[in-house]
C-alpha cells in the first residue's frame, strides 16, 4: 500500500464521508419536512448547526462528560477509518462500541434524571441492535469465510444474493442507530422530543457538535456495511443505502416510538429471527 | 469569519416557555412550526432543553410562583443568547399587570431584547421578532468577542 | 529448579502453619508478606526457566504417592466428619461415595497407580501458577487490612484472622501444585483441599446465612468430587493410567470419552457452571478476599483449568461440541441474570459464571486459535475480576453497601478507589483491553458454528449493558457542587488495587508478547499449529485480524483531547432540571395542604418482572441438566 493510497483512504474516511454523512442528515430532515408537507431547512442545515455550536459557549456539568464525548468521537473516527483500511469487520464493530458504551457513561454520569433515564435506555438500544450487528457479520464470514472486508470484497458474486434477510436485519439496526421511529427512545433526531433530550440532555455547545459529527461517522460506517451486500456492484448498494436511508425517514414519519420492551420485543424477535433464518439456510446449504 | 456568523444567523435553536399566558400566545407561536409557516426553513428548532437552546421565547406575565423559574431556564442557556417576549402581556404584564401576584412584563426578570406586542401575537410578527432575535444574536456575539 | 518449585508448593503450606499458631499481628502481617514475596518470585523463576524439567519425583525418595493418599483419606474422613456434624444425609452419602471407592481403588483393586513424571510444567501450567501466585498473593495482603477492619466492623472477638490466613495460605499452597500436578489422584487431593478451603472460608462469619452457603457450597462440590473419582476410577479401566499426559496422549474415541465427560463435569462443578451455580453465588457471603481469591480468579479457574488440561484428549469429539454449547448456554444466561442485579458482589458472581462458561466453550470449540482464545481469557479476566471484587470490598467498607444503585457519585467520596474501579471495569469490558480482545477472537472463530455465535453473541451484548451503567453511575458527579473528598486508605489496600489495576492495563499493552510467550507454545504443544499471528501489536487469524495500536493511539488522543478541552475555559453548570424542581422544595401547598414533595429517583433496568432470579433458575437448570445428559448422551450413543 502505497503513501498516496494511504492518503486517499485516510482523506475518504476522514473528511468525505462524515461531509456525506452530514449531508444524508440534512437530506433526512428536508425529506421529513417534506412529507410533512412543510418546506424545510437547507440541505447544509446540519453544518450550519454544528458550526453554531462549536461557536457557543462551553457548559459543562462534570469533566467525565468531556472525556466521553472525545471518546465518542475517537471511537467513530477510528472505526470508519478501519472501514476504509479494509480491516476485520468484527473489531470495526467492537470499535465502535467503545463510543457507544462512552456516550452512555458520559450521560449517567450527569445527576439529572433526563439524561440518566436517556442513558438507560441508550443501553436497552445498544443491547437491541449489537447482536444483530454481530450475526450480520457472521452472515458475511459464513459466505465468505473471513471477517477481513478485503477478503469479503474479494469475491464476484454480491452477498445480497443469499443474504437477504440479513439485509433486512439491518433495517432495524439502521433504525437503532439513527435514532429514528419507533426506536428514538432514547434521544431523537431534530424537533422531535423525549425526555427533554433524553441522552444528549446535558450536552451542549462543542460538546453536542462533536457528538452530531461523531453521529456522521457511525451513519456512514453502517451504509458501508450494508453497500458491502451488493459489492461488486457498488453503484447499485450506494443506491440501495440511500434507499435504506429513505425508508427508515419514512417509518420515522409514520410510526410511533416504542416502549423498552417493545423495542427488546421486536428487535430480537423480529430481528434475531430472520438472522437466524438467513444464517441457518446459508449454513445448511454450505 | 463570514461562514460562522452564516451558520450563527441560519441556526438558532429556540426555547418556549409560558410563563403563565392564556395560551392564545402560545398556540400562535407553535403554529410558526405548522407547514403554513414553517420556521424550520430558518434552521429554527424548537428544543426543550435550554442548554442547547440560542433564543428564550416567553409567552405571558410574570408572577411570583413562576419568576425564579423563568430567571433559571434564562440561566441555564449558553451565551450568547436573546430573548423574546411574545405577546403584550410578556412585554408589559398586559391586562394582568395589577393582578396581586403578577410582577409584570418579563423585563422585570430578564433582559429582554425583542418585544412583540399583540393579544395574541400573530405568527407572521412572531417570525418578524425571531428574525430581529437572530440579528441581535450575532451583534451580542460581536460585541462579546470585543469586548 | 526443583528449589523454588518446593518453594513455591510447600512454602505456603508451611507459612500456613505458622500463621495459624502465630498470636502476634504483627508478626503474622511479616510472615505473610515475606511468603508472598516469595512465592510471586518462585513462580517469575519457575516461568523462565521451568518447562518439562522436572522429572522423577520432587523429593527424591520419599514416596509422595503414599503420602498423598493417606492425605486424601484423612481429609474424606475430616469431610465425613463435618458432614456428620452438620446432620445433612444428602452430603454423607456423597462423601461416602468419594471415599469409599477412591479407599478400594487405591489399596484393593490392585492397580498400578505409579506416574513416571508426577510433576508436569508446560505454559498451560506456568500461566496458571503466575496467575495464582500474583493475584492470590495480592489478595493476601490486602486481606491484612481487610480483616482487620472487618472484624472492627463486626465485633468479632477473639480475633479469628489466624485461621483465616492459614486456610488463605493453604489454599494458594493446594492450588500451586494442583496446578503442578500430573498424577489424577494427587489433582484430586488439592481438589478436595480447594472444596474444604473454600467450605471453611464461606462459613468463616458463622452467620446463619453463610452456615448455609457453606454446606450448599460443600455439597455442590463433593458431587463435583463423585464425578471426579469416576473419571478417575473410568480412566484407568480404560487405559491403565492415572498419568495425565498419558491420558490425554490417547485420541479416545466413542465410549472411552467417557472418563473425561466426568471429569468435565467435575470441572463444571468447580466452576460453578449453571446448573450448579447456586453455591458460588451464595459464597458471595464470605469476606470479600475469599471471593476475590477462590470465587473469582483462581480456585473456580482449576475447573477451566482442567478442562484445558483435557482439550486435546476429545478434541474434534462430539463431546467437543457439546461442551461448547454448554459454555455457551451459561454464558448468556448467567449474562442475563446478572442484569437483574443490583448487588455489585451478585454481579460480579454471575459474570464469573458466564467468562468461565466462555472459557470452556472456547476450549471446547475445536480450533487452536479457540484454545489459545480461551487461555488469554483466563488470563486477563483473572486479573480484571480479581481487581474488582477487591475494589467492591473496599466500597463497601467504605460506605457500608456493596448495592451498585447507592454506589451513585462514589468518585466524589472514595477517588482513588472509583478511579481503580472504572479501570477495571473498562478493562473487563471495553477493546482494545485483554477481556475484549479474547471475546472477539472466541466470536471469529465460533462464527463457524451458527447456534454458538448467536449464543456468544447476545451474551456479549448483555454484557455492555450491566458493567457500562455501573461505570455511569460509579462517576456521577456535579463538578459545581461536589467536592472531592480526600480518601485515605491503607497502604495494604493500596498497594493490592494499584498493582492489579496497573497489572491489567500493562498485560494488555503487551498482549501480544504474553501471547507469543505464554498462550502460542501451548497451543502448539496440543496441536502442533497455531493458526493465529501476533506481533507488532496485533493479533491475527487466517479470517480476520485485530490491531491494537490504532485503539490505544485513537484512545489517547481522545484523553489527550479531553485534556486540552477541560485546560480551557469552560463553564460548570447544574444538571439540567426543568424550572421548578431545580430548587430544593421540600414541602409544597397542595390545595391548602401542606404536602412533602416526593423526591426524584433514577434507577437502572432491572427488568425484575421477566428476568426474576428465583422463576428463571429452576428453568435455567433444566435446560443445562438437558445439555448435560446430551454430553453424556453423545459419548454413549
Keep these: 500500500m502505497n503513501v498516496l493510497n494511504i492518503v486517499f483512504r485516510l482523506l475518504l474516511a476522514l473528511v468525505v464521508f462524515p461531509i456525506i454523512g452530514g449531508l444524508i442528515v440534512g437530506l433526512d430532515r428536508k425529506l421529513t419536512a417534506r412529507l410533512q408537507g412543510r418546506y424545510g431547512p437547507p440541505i447544509l442545515q446540519p453544518f450550519y448547526d454544528v458550526l453554531k455550536l462549536f461557536s457557543k459557549q462551553r457548559i459543562i456539568v462534570n469533566e467525565f462528560q468531556v472525556i466521553s464525548v472525545f471518546i465518542y468521537l475517537a471511537s467513530s473516527v477510528l472505526s470508519l477509518v478501519l472501514f476504509t483500511f479494509q480491516s476485520d469487520l468484527l473489531m470495526i464493530i467492537f470499535v465502535m462500541s467503545i463510543g457507544a458504551v462512552f456516550l452512555v457513561v458520559g450521560a449517567l454520569s450527569v445527576k439529572s434524571a433526563y439524561s440518566q433515564v436517556g442513558a438507560q435506555r441508550e443501553l436497552m438500544q445498544m443491547l437491541s441492535y449489537e447482536p444483530l450487528l454481530i450475526l450480520i457479520i457472521v452472515g458475511m464470514y459464513l459466505m465468505r469465510g473471513s471477517f477481513n472486508i478485503a477478503v469479503i470484497m474479494s469475491q464476484g458474486r454480491p452477498l445480497i444474493e443469499e443474504l437477504p434477510l440479513l439485509f433486512l436485519v439491518m ?46 461517522f457511525d451513519l456512514m460506517l453502517l451504509l458501508g456495511i450494508s453497500t458491502l451486500f451488493f459489492y461488486p456492484h457498488i453503484v447499485l448498494g450506494i443506491i440501495a443505502s440511500l434507499f435504506l436511508v429513505i425508508l427508515e425517514i419514512v417509518i420515522d414519519n409514520v410510526t410511533a416510538r416504542l416502549t423498552v420492551k417493545w423495542m427488546l420485543t421486536y428487535s430480537y424477535g423480529l430481528g434475531l429471527v430472520l438472522a437466524a433464518i438467513n444464517i441457518a439456510v446459508v449454513y445448511i446449504l454450505r | 469569519m463570514g461562514l460562522l456568523d452564516k451558520a450563527r444567523q441560519r441556526s438558532p435553536w429556540l426555547i418556549h416557555y409560558d410563563c403563565g399566558s392564556c395560551n392564545g400566545c402560545d398556540i400562535e407561536l407553535l403554529s410558526c412550526l405548522t407547514p403554513l409557516y414553517d420556521v424550520e426553513r430558518f434552521g429554527i428548532v ?102 | ?55 522423577g519425583h520432587p523429593l527424591g525418595n520419599i514416596n509422595l504417592d503414599r503420602w498423598i493418599a493417606i492425605g486424601d483419606l484423612l481429609l474424606s474422613l475430616y469431610i465425613l466428619y463435618i458432614s456428620v456434624s452438620l446432620k445433612n444425609a444428602m452430603l454423607i452419602l456423597l462423601t461416602l461415595l468419594q471415599l469409599i471407592p477412591m479407599f478400594v481403588f487405591e489399596n484393593f483393586s490392585g492397580a498400578n497407580l505409579d506416574v513416571l513424571h508426577p510433576i508436569y510444567a508446560d505454559h498451560l501450567s506456568v500461566i496458571m501458577n503466575l496467575i495464582v501466585s500474583f493475584v492470590g498473593t495480592l489478595i493476601w495482603i490486602y486481606a491484612i487490612s481487610y480483616m482487620r477492619e472487618d472484624e472492627e466492623h463486626k465485633g468479632i472477638r477473639p480475633s479469628r484472622q489466624n485461621r483465616f490466613f492459614f486456610i488463605l495460605l493453604l489454599f494458594i499452597g493446594a492450588m500451586n501444585a494442583l496446578i503442578f500436578s500430573n498424577d489424577l489422584i494427587w489433582v484430586y487431593f488439592f481438589w478436595e483441599i480447594t472444596t474444604i478451603s473454600s467450605f471453611l472460608l464461606i462459613g468463616h462469619d458463622r452467620t446463619a446465612e453463610a452456615k448455609q452457603s457453606s454446606t450448599r457450597a460443600l455439597l455442590l462440590n463433593s458431587i463435583g468430587g463423585v464425578m471426579f473419582v469416576i473419571g478417575i476410577i473410568l480412566g484407568y479401566h480404560f487405559f491403565n493410567t492415572v498419568d495425565i499426559q498419558t491420558l490425554i496422549s490417547h485420541r479416545a474415541s466413542g465410549m472411552l470419552l467417557l472418563p473425561f465427560a466426568f471429569l468435565c463435569l467435575a470441572a463444571f462443578t468447580k466452576s460453578a457452571q449453571i446448573p450448579f451455580q447456586s453455591w458460588l453465588l451464595g459464597a458471595m457471603v464470605a469476606p470479600t478476599p475469599v471471593s476475590a481469591l477462590l470465587h473469582s480468579s483462581t480456585m473456580v479457574k482449576a475447573g477451566v483449568y482442567l478442562i484445558l488440561r483435557l482439550v486435546p484428549a476429545f478434541y474434534g469429539s462430539w463431546l467437543a461440541g457439546v461442551i461448547a454449547i454448554f459454555g455457551a448456554f451459561t454464558f448468556i444466561t448467567a449474562s442475563l441474570m446478572a442484569i437483574s442485579q443490583s ?37 486477563f479476566h483473572a486479573i480484571s475480576k480479581a481487581l474488582l471484587f477487591l475494589c467492591v470490598g473496599t466500597i463497601e467498607h467504605g460506605i457500608g453497601s456493596r448495592d451498585i444503585e447507592d454506589m451513585r457519585g462514589l468518585i466524589n467520596k472514595m477517588p482513588f478507589t472509583t478511579l481503580i474501579t472504572v479501570i477495571g471495569l473498562v478493562t473487563m469490558l471495553l477493546p482494545p483491553f485483554g477481556v475484549l480482545l479474547s471475546k472477539w477472537l472466541v466470536i471469529e472463530t465460533a462464527a463457524k458454528n451458527p447456534l454458538l455465535v448467536f449464543m456468544i453473541a447476545i451474551g456479549s451484548a448483555l454484557t455492555v449493558v450491566y458493567y457500562a451503567r455501573w461505570i455511569g453511575i460509579l462517576l456521577s458527579r456535579t463538578s459545581s457542587k461536589d467536592v472531592v473528598q480526600h480518601e485515605k486508605r491503607d497502604p495494604f489496600v493500596r498497594i493490592p488495587l494499584s498493582v492489579l489495576a496497573m497489572l491489567s492495563i500493562v498485560i494488555s499493552v503487551t498482549v501480544t508478547s504474553i501471547f507469543n510467550g505464554l498462550i502460542a507454545p501451548q497451543v502448539v504443544e496440543y496441536f502442533h499449529r497455531l493458526g493465529v499471528i501476533a506481533q507488532e501489536g496485533s493479533i491475527g487469524t487466517s479470517y480476520g485480524g485485530f490491531s491494537l495500536w490504532p485503539v490505544f493511539l485513537a484512545l489517547a488522543l481522545a484523553l489527550l483531547g479531553g485534556y486540552v478541552v477541560l485546560k480551557g475555559s469552560n463553564q460548570y453548570a447544574m444538571p439540567y432540571a426543568p424550572g421548578e424542581s431545580a430548587q430544593e422544595y421540600k414541602v409544597i401547598k397542595v390545595a391548602g395542604k401542606e404536602t412533602k414533595m416526593p423526591k426524584a429517583k433514577v434507577s437502572n433496568y432491572y427488568f425484575s418482572d421477566v428476568i426474576s432470579e428465583n422463576r428463571l433458575t429452576p428453568w435455567l437448570d433444566v435446560a443445562a441438566a438437558v445439555l448435560i445428559v446430551a454430553m453424556f448422551g453423545v459419548v454413549i450413543l
Excluded at chain 2, 433582559?111 to 399583540?118: A, L, R
Excluded at chain 3, 454471575?350 to 484454545?371: C, E, H, K, M, R
Design chain 3, 1 to 55: 529448579m526443583q528449589i523454588s518449585l518446593l518453594l513455591n508448593v510447600l512454602l505456603p503450606f508451611i507459612s500456613a502453619v505458622i500463621v495459624y499458631f502465630l498470636k502476634n499481628e504483627r508478626m503474622r502481617n511479616i510472615v505473610i508478606i515475606a511468603t508472598a514475596l516469595v512465592v510471586m518470585a518462585s513462580s517469575v523463576v519457575i516461568a523462565v526457566y521451568g518447562y518439562n524439567t522436572f522429572a
Design chain 1, 171 to 216: 433495517v432495524i439496526v439502521l433504525g437503532i442507530k439513527m435514532r429514528k421511529s419507533p426506536f428514538d427512545l432514547s434521544a431523537s433526531e431534530h424537533a422531535h422530543q423525549e425526555l427533554v433530550r433524553g441522552l444528549l440532555t446535558d450536552y451542549s455547545g462543542l460538546y453536542l457538535g462533536l457528538i452530531d459529527i461523531a453521529h456522521w
Design chain 3, 343 to 379: 448487588n455489585g458482589k451478585k454481579i460480579l458472581a454471575y459474570s464469573t459464571i458466564a467468562n468461565l462458561g466462555l472459557i470452556i466453550s472456547a476450549a471446547a470449540i475445536n480450533s487452536p486459535v479457540a484454545v489459545a482464545a480461551a487461555i488469554m481469557l483466563l488470563i
Design chain 2, 46 to 147: 424548537n428544543v426543550g432543553d435550554p442548554k442547547q437552546a440560542d433564543i428564550l421565547v416567553v409567552t405571558g406575565s410574570v408572577n411570583q410562583q413562576n419568576k425564579s423559574v423563568l430567571k433559571n431556564i434564562y440561566d441555564q442557556m449558553p451565551e450568547p443568547k436573546v430573548v423574546v417576549a411574545v405577546g403584550v402581556c410578556a412585554c408589559t404584564g398586559g391586562i394582568f399587570r395589577d393582578c396581586y401576584n403578577v410582577v409584570g412584563g418579563i423585563d422585570k426578570v430578564l433582559p429582554v431584547d425583542v418585544y412583540v406586542p399583540g393579544c395574541p401575537a400573530r405568527p407572521e410578527q412572531i417570525i418578524d421578532g425571531i428574525k430581529l432575535a437572530i440579528d441581535k444574536l450575532a451583534q451580542k456575539d460581536v460585541v462579546k468577542e470585543e469586548g
